[in-house]
């Protein structure tokens, strides 16, 4: 989106991001009715209803299979997303959220943020924070990775390659809306994912039959504005 060793120029307007979105509308003919707009829990809903036969999501879908459809449990597996024929890059979305703690009208600031200091400082409760929903809920910390109570939880026992995927073999090509680009931190990622602006641009081709490329320039224009609007905030 930005280029990072240039003042964070925008730089989506480009070859890379038409080939993306030309991608997207090819394979629109063999998706879903309402795939360009469904929510997380429709994806679930089709994969375990069997109505899907791959799904690019987290490990939310595991859970659900395990109590609600066995025989697609034991035949699911995920994998990294494949790598660009050109390039050899390889992305995954990894996302490392915050805490938000409400100000106004609340007198337990404080309180809250002891309570969340000693829930992220304990292992015990991250390890039950981890098993509350495998694998879609990574381990971020090295001592919660090893600890042998992590393998308790049943999932281990029959998707061991797929939990590691998660947890450990997308790292090296983990991504974040939130915070981060592959190559530096961008404080401009988070707006651009609040506003939708990535997912309108997609819809320009996908629902309203745009160009590609018309859909790049409009993108682009978009993440321009926020990054002027940045710099008249902040500078």
Request: net charge neutral; proline share 6%; charged share 25%.
């Amino acid at each position: 989106m930005f280029d990072v060793q240039n003042n964070y120029e925008v730089a989506f307007d480009s070859p890379a991001t038409v080939e993306a979105l030309e991608f997207i509308r090819d394979l629109k003919p063999f998706m879903p009715k309402g795939a360009v707009e469904y929510s997380f829990l429709q994806v679930v809903d089709a994969m375990v209803t069997g109505k899907a036969g791959i799904v690019f999501y987290w490990g939310r879908v595991y859970g659900r299979a395990a109590e609600e459809a066995p025989d697609i449990y034991r035949a699911i597996q995920s994998f990294n997303h494949a790598r660009h024929p050109a390039t050899g890059n390889r992305f995954n979305w990894n996302d490392f959220q915050g805490w938000c703690i409400p100000a106004p009208n609340n007198p337990y600031v404080d309180e809250v943020k002891q309570a969340l200091a000693y829930y992220q400082t304990k292992r015990e409760w991250l390890i039950r924070y981890v098993h509350s929903l495998v694998p879609n809920v990574s381990p971020v910390y090295k001592d919660v990775v090893e600890d042998p109570r992590l393998m308790e939880h049943p999932f281990f026992e029959t998707k061991r390659d797929t939990i590691l995927t998660y947890y450990r073999d997308s790292l090296p090509h983990s991504s974040n809306s939130g915070n981060e680009l592959r190559k530096g931190i961008n404080p401009l990622a988070g707006i651009i994912h609040g506003r939708s602006i990535l997912a309108q641009t997609v819809q320009k081709v996908a629902i309203d039959g745009a160009k590609p490329a018309d859909a790049a320039k409009w993108g682009a224009q978009q993440l321009e504005s926020v990054r002027k609007e940045h710099l008249r905030l902040v500078l």
